[in-house]
């Protein structure tokens, strides 16, 4: 039996300047691609760096780039982080 000290949340429960790896994007091929024009895919390194008050967008990067991703989208991006 192995233990991991990994736990798999959503992009709106990281705090600001926690950092993870994308597992899943839940949602059809649009929700997908337009993910992926921004950077943001399965496997990929994520780090939150702000999110607005009350369900506002939320604020990552990816690579050198710095993304806006409105809080319906973070909702259903999954991310796996360090306990």
Same mark, same amino acid.
């Given at each position: 039996?192995?233990?991991?000290?990994?736990?798999?949340?959503?992009?709106?429960?990281?705090?600001?300047?926690?950092?993870?790896? @994308?597992?899943?994007m839940q949602g059809g091929v649009g929700f997908s691609r337009r993910l992926e024009a921004m950077g943001i895919r399965?496997?990929?390194?994520?780090?939150?760096?702000?999110?607005? *008050?009350?369900?506002?967008?939320?604020?990552?990067?990816?690579?050198?780039?710095? @993304?806006?991703?409105? *809080?319906?989208?973070?909702?259903?991006?999954?991310?796996? @982080?360090?306990?």
């Open positions: 039996m192995q233990l991991t000290n990994t736990m798999l949340i959503d992009l709106t429960q990281l705090k600001s300047g926690q950092k993870g790896t @994308v597992v899943e399965p496997g990929k390194k994520i780090t939150k760096t702000s999110a607005q *008050f009350w369900r506002g967008p939320q604020i990552v990067e990816v690579g050198n780039s710095r @993304v806006a991703i409105g *809080f319906g989208m973070a909702k259903r991006i999954l991310v796996e @982080v360090k306990k």
